[in-house]
């Protein structure tokens, strides 16, 4: 059970009370045991915070916006939803409103309405987060190019994000050229590499997001794209994904829904 639309998390919330999720949405204390070894594994990560209280035998990893588990050991890193069904709690949903409220409600909080046409109301016009950036020499193998339209986006992207998933999915919808960039984020950088590596690179990137399980790259294949992606983004200062670029150079960071990228690419056409 997943959620589609990110601001029935936010419904979640209402629905089971505030009171029933204040204990799920505080942070425990630290644990540098998990940390150091999240250090030596994930040496491209830069981790936020862990918290090894809330839930028995697994540590929450907040790493930007990315939200994933680890045992204590953090040997193993399990991407996905956690549930108290004693309690009906989506615990997961309560640790993404706490890091990113706006994100999760579509940023309607801190931005600006505008005009949407097609439905006679408002919608969300994010913020610019950082100063524009440049693309232009960033290498072609370390992209992944899918969809089609007036409008391009570079997509910085881990295949174990849920949000990258579920904004792959809104961008899948709209009238737009998607240049993927895929950067290790959670340990993903062989997935990264069966997916560029790939006979069918579009085919491998939809597979990636729905199994999540790394393909053997072929001998010999190129990597340096990839190289070049992480460089970037650490760069950049883009620690989490997914990041979201426009052919102007303004960054988006986080999911948003179509409606809010919708107006946010006619504004950089303007």
């Known amino acids: 059970m997943e959620f589609r639309n990110l601001t029935v998390a936010a419904g979640l919330v209402a629905a089971t009370g505030l009171m029933g999720f ?12 998990v940390e150091e070894a999240l250090a030596e594994r994930l040496p491209n ?10 839930i028995s035998a697994l540590c929450a990893v907040q790493a930007g916006t990315n939200l994933f588990y680890v ?8 991407v996905g939803r956690v549930y108290d069904m004693e309690t009906r709690q989506d615990l997961t949903a309560a640790r993404l409103l706490q890091m990113n ?27 610019r987060t ?28 881990d295949f174990r994000c849920g949000f990258c998933r579920q904004l792959a999915e809104e961008l899948a919808d709209m009238d737009v050229e998607v240049v993927e960039r895929p950067i290790s984020i959670m340990g993903t950088r062989a997935l ?11 085919r491998a990137l939809r597979e990636a997001y729905r199994d999540g ?21 650490r760069e950049n200062g883009f620690n ?20 809010t990228l919708e107006a946010w690419l006619s504004e950089g056409e303007g």
């Open 45 to 54: 990560t830069q981790i936020d915070a862990v918290d090894c209280d809330e």
């Open 192 to 202: 990264s590499e069966s997916v560029v590596c790939a006979s069918n690179p579009k």
């Open 101 to 127: 409220p706006d994100m999760l409600l579509g940023s309607a909080a801190a931005a600006k309405p505008v005009p949407d046409a097609a439905a006679g109301s408002s919608a969300p016009s994010p913020s």
């Open 22 to 33: 204040s204990a799920a949405l505080a942070f425990g204390a630290t644990n540098p045991s």
């Open 71 to 78: 045992d204590p050991s953090a040997r193993f890193l399990v």
């Open 130 to 157: 950082v100063d524009p950036v440049k693309l232009a020499a960033l290498p072609d193998n370390g992209a992944i190019v899918h969809g089609s339209g007036k409008s391009r986006v570079t997509v910085f992207s």
């Open 213 to 233: 399980a790394p393909n053997k790259p072929g001998q010999g294949c190129d990597t340096s794209g990839l190289d070049a992606n992480e460089a970037f983004a």
């Open 240 to 259: 989490g994904t997914p990041v979201i670029v426009r052919s102007d150079g303004e960054v988006l960071t986080g999911y948003r829904p179509k409606a």
